[in-house]
Structures are given as structure tokens and as C-alpha cells.
Nanobody, 120 residues
């Protein structure tokens, strides 16, 4: 079992920056692909970024490409999302998720979310 706890959300003005963290329990963190999703009010949860367990390759949603950076520190069991040049449309609850790539497709574990609010 893996528990994910996000932190770092808050209120920021447009153009500002925030860094989200997601701390994972357990000793197998390095074996998971880790991703960030977000859900704006009244909208579906959407993919933001992923960092693979092998080699650390990354991929981003077009809406955040060039502004957000996902990274991981396997020694600290933590994945980060550095968000720069924030826009009001980035306002959402941000969730981290872990995928073991074992069993049924989809993410195995989710955090409880952290609110990011970008004001104009």
C-alpha cells in the first residue's frame, strides 16, 4: 500500500510560481510512474504531467508545457511539480498519482489533493 500526501498549494498572483510536493509512503516509490492531475471546479480531472520510473522521462499536457516541470527524488520518496508563469486557468485542485504498471490499467494510488488558486 502506498499513501500519497500533496502539499505546497496556495494562492498566487498570475505570473507567479508555486512548487507542489507529493510525499509517498513505502519503500517501492522508485518502481512507480508518478503523475500530476488537476481538477477545476465543475470540470473533469485532467492529466498535467508524468515522470516515468525508468530513466525519469517526462511528458506534459500541452496547456502546461514550457511552464511546469515535474521531477522526483527517489531518496526522499517525493515527486515535485514546479509551476511557473501561472495563469488564472491553472486554478484547480492538484492531485498526484502513482502507477505501478502492474495489473489493471490506470493509477493505483491517489493523493487527497492540494488547492492552487491563481488570481488575476
Amino acid at each position: 500500500q502506498v499513501q500519497l500526501v500533496e502539499s505546497g498549494g496556495g494562492l498566487v498572483q498570475a505570473g507567479g510560481s508555486l512548487r507542489l510536493s507529493c510525499a509517498a509512503s513505502g519503500r517501492t516509490f522508485s518502481s512507480y510512474d508518478m503523475a500530476w492531475f488537476r481538477q477545476a471546479p465543475g470540470k473533469e480531472r485532467k492529466f498535467v504531467a508524468i515522470i516515468r520510473r525508468s530513466g525519469g522521462s517526462t511528458s506534459y499536457a500541452d496547456s502546461v508545457k514550457g511552464r511546469f516541470t515535474i521531477s522526483r527524488d527517489n531518496a526522499k520518496n517525493t515527486v515535485y511539480l514546479q509551476m511557473n508563469s501561472l495563469k488564472t486557468e491553472d486554478t484547480a485542485v492538484y492531485y498526484c498519482a502513482a502507477d505501478s504498471q502492474v495489473g489493471a490499467p490506470g493509477y493505483d494510488y491517489w493523493g487527497q489533493g492540494t488547492q492552487v488558486t491563481v488570481s488575476s
